[in-house]
Structure formats: C-alpha cells, structure tokens
C-alpha cells in the first residue's frame, strides 16, 4: 500500500510532463503554420494579415506608381515569404553550379547572366547571385537585368526593386489580366505549361496565389 502511494506522485509528475510536452508541440506547430508553411487555408488569415501590415502602404505606392496590380503584388509576397519582415533567404545550390558554369566559361549564359557579369566574382558574391532575398523572394542574379545591388533586393528599398523588376519582366502580362501566367512567370520563368502539371514549387502555387488575390482585392 505504501509502495502505491510513493508511485501516485510519480505518475502524475509523468502525465502532467507528458501534457505539458504535447501542449509544447501543438504550440510549435501552430506558430509555423502561422508564420511559416502557409499552404493550408488556417494560416493564410495570418499571412494576409503580416503581409497587410509588414507591407500594405509600400505595395500601394509602388503598384500605383509601375501599373501593376496590387492584389498580385500582396498575394505573391505571402505566397514567397509569408508576409514576414524580414523576409528571409534561401540559398538555392543548384543555381550557384549553374553561375560557375558560365563563370568558367563551360556554360555561355543563366537566363541574362554572362560570363562578363561574373568576372572575378568570389564565390560568396555567387553564393549570393544564387539566394533569393525580400519579400517577393529575388534571386540575387535578378539584379543584374535592372543594374542594381543585392542590398537593393534584400533591403529597405527590396519592394520597389521588387516591383521593378516584375514591371521590366512580366508586368505586360500582368496588365492584360493574365495572372496564371504571371504567378508561373515570377517561379519558373515560363508561362503556365498549356498542357500537363505546373513547374511551381509547390504544385498549388498558381491556384493558390490566384485566391490569396481575391483576399487582398478587398484591401485595394
């Protein structure tokens, strides 16, 4: 009997940890859904929101001052970064093989990069050409198309170098209405495949920016 009543305490230390450690989890999950890996409908009411309030008034500027849709502006910078500011970074290595391939010489271009644009760059200003930087998640090689800095992209003025570069782009397919296409642009490259699956990321890419326009069309 006594044994039984020295293990009682014991056992409620374990449930309570035990409580205490699902609590923990359940928390941790739901702060990365919030914030981070928004591809299920609970937390794009918190993307919407972060990227409302992290980015709203310079998205109306810009977007007004380049004709572009703000809506799309707002629905691609939650689809690419989540609304978070700062935006983060992701360093893609397949990209940085592909820069010292046309640094060599072995490969004669990357999309508009040459051989002359990487002339004695080191391999961290390549590893930086090959990392997406800012809310709408440039690669660092995108800056060379507008003659800009790294630092434009990634910091206080990346939404105007964003839409900038999206302006010099696509932004003719943005002003005809097209957005499939232009939500396919800014991930691939290509406009939306006219027949099998898209080459997004994520496959839900498209149709996702698409409704996450419907919800910031309310905030024009």
């Known amino acids: 009997?006594?044994?039984?009543?020295?293990?009682?305490?014991?056992?409620?230390?374990?449930?309570?940890?035990?409580?205490?450690?699902?609590?923990?989890?359940?928390?941790?999950?739901?702060?990365?859904?919030?914030?981070?890996?928004?591809?299920?409908?609970?937390?794009?009411?918190?993307?919407?929101?972060?990227?409302?309030?992290?980015?709203?008034?310079?998205?109306?500027?810009?977007?007004?001052?380049?004709?572009?849709?703000?809506?799309?502006?707002?629905?691609?910078?939650?689809?690419?970064?989540?609304?978070?500011?700062?935006?983060?970074?992701?360093?893609?290595?397949?990209?940085?093989?592909?820069?010292?391939?046309?640094?060599?010489?072995?490969?004669?271009n990357y999309e508009n990069v040459t051989q002359a644009d990487l002339f004695e760059a080191s391999d961290e200003a390549l590893r930086n050409l090959a990392t997406s930087w800012g809310p709408f998640q440039l690669m660092g090689y995108k800056c060379i198309i507008l003659d800009r800095q790294i630092r434009d992209i990634r910091g206080q003025d990346a939404v105007r170098a964003g839409v900038e570069w999206i302006d010099a782009t696509y932004g003719g397919v943005l002003r005809s209405g097209n957005y499939k296409d232009a939500f396919h642009l800014h991930n691939t490259g290509k406009p939306f495949p006219d027949s099998g699956p898209p080459l997004t990321f994520h496959p839900d890419y498209v149709i996702k920016g698409i409704r996450l326009m419907d919800a910031h069309q309310h905030k024009e």
Request: net charge positive.
């Open 1 to 108: 009997m006594e044994n039984n009543r020295r293990s009682e305490p014991r056992w409620k230390w374990a449930s309570a940890g035990f409580a205490v450690l699902l609590l923990a989890t359940l928390l941790f999950s739901e702060l990365n859904r919030r914030i981070d890996g928004q591809w299920n409908h609970p937390g794009e009411w918190w993307g919407l929101r972060a990227t409302e309030h992290n980015y709203g008034e310079e998205v109306r500027k810009w977007s007004d001052h380049y004709d572009v849709s703000f809506a799309y502006l707002m629905a691609l910078i939650q689809l690419e970064s989540g609304g978070r500011k700062p935006a983060g970074k992701r360093f893609e290595l397949h990209v940085f093989n592909r820069l010292k391939e046309v640094q060599r010489g072995s490969r004669t």
